[in-house]
């Protein structure tokens, strides 16, 4: 059974943010996924069944970034690039060439400059897919879902103002969603995507694909786990430990 490893990305810096990656981690991970000689794919053609043409066997990556930081062009880009390796960008449409500080923003998160729309156009150059990320980086799961539905439509149709085409990819900010808000997503998109700790199987459903929090695998010797035979026990462990944390 082919299993995609979705890679969630947030700014690539020196931070040491929960939401970061260095330059010099996230070259590795790039590396690393080079050697492995596993295909990467568009996160657009994990709306269709693996084995449909053209056909796909085996495990492989995709790469995803929340939020559209600015050191995504900078960091992330040219490296992906230069590798023939597709990536998809998820905007906060509102946000686009201001920074990270939207309302509800933690505290702790440090503010950082986001895409404008001439980045974004020339990371579409580069093999970049644009993806919805709300207009606002509303919480959804807190939304009625008329409310959701706004935030949502509103992002999706102001990427297709200024891009000329409509996004065929989503991902929920935080990872949130409730059965409602699904959807509406998954009417509007053709896949939806998550923040639930697991590698991506045929049978998952487009609406909420999951997607490895990289978080937990900055280092290039945990990174290397993503290769190894028990990396679902493994991720399935991680994905216990925090539902039993938000218990407590």
Not at 172 to 196: D, I, K, M, Q
Not at 211 to 221: A, G, K
Request: charged letters at 25%.
């Amino acid at each position: 059974m082919s299993r995609i490893s979705v890679l969630t990305y947030h700014s690539i810096d020196r931070s040491r943010s929960v939401l970061s990656v260095s330059p010099e981690e996230f070259q590795e991970h790039v590396e690393q996924v080079a050697r492995s000689e596993r295909p990467v794919l568009a996160p657009s053609r994990l709306a269709w069944p693996l084995g449909e043409e053209p056909g796909f066997s085996g495990d492989g990556f995709a790469f995803t970034f929340d939020d559209g930081y600015a050191s995504v062009a900078e960091h992330a880009a040219p490296l992906l690039a230069r590798h023939g390796f597709p990536y998809g960008v998820f905007l906060v449409t509102s946000r686009i060439g201001s920074t990270n500080q939207w309302p509800g923003q933690a505290a702790w998160v440090a503010p950082a400059p986001l895409l404008d729309w001439d980045a974004v156009g020339k990371l579409i150059a580069s093999g970049a897919e644009i993806g919805a990320h709300t207009s606002g980086h509303a919480d959804l799961s807190r939304a009625n879902e008329s409310a959701a539905r706004e935030e949502i439509e509103a992002s999706r149709d102001e990427i297709e103002r200024r891009l000329g085409s409509s996004p065929q990819i989503f991902a929920y900010p935080g990872g949130r969603s409730n059965a409602a808000v699904r959807r509406v997503a998954g009417s509007l998109f053709a896949a939806c995507f998550g923040t639930r700790h697991a590698r991506m199987r045929d049978g998952d459903d487009r609406s909420d694909l999951p997607r490895i929090e990289t978080l937990y695998f900055r280092r290039p010797e945990s990174f290397r786990r993503l290769f190894s035979p028990g990396i679902d026990a493994r991720l399935a462990a991680r994905r216990a430990l925090r539902a039993v944390r938000r218990l407590r």
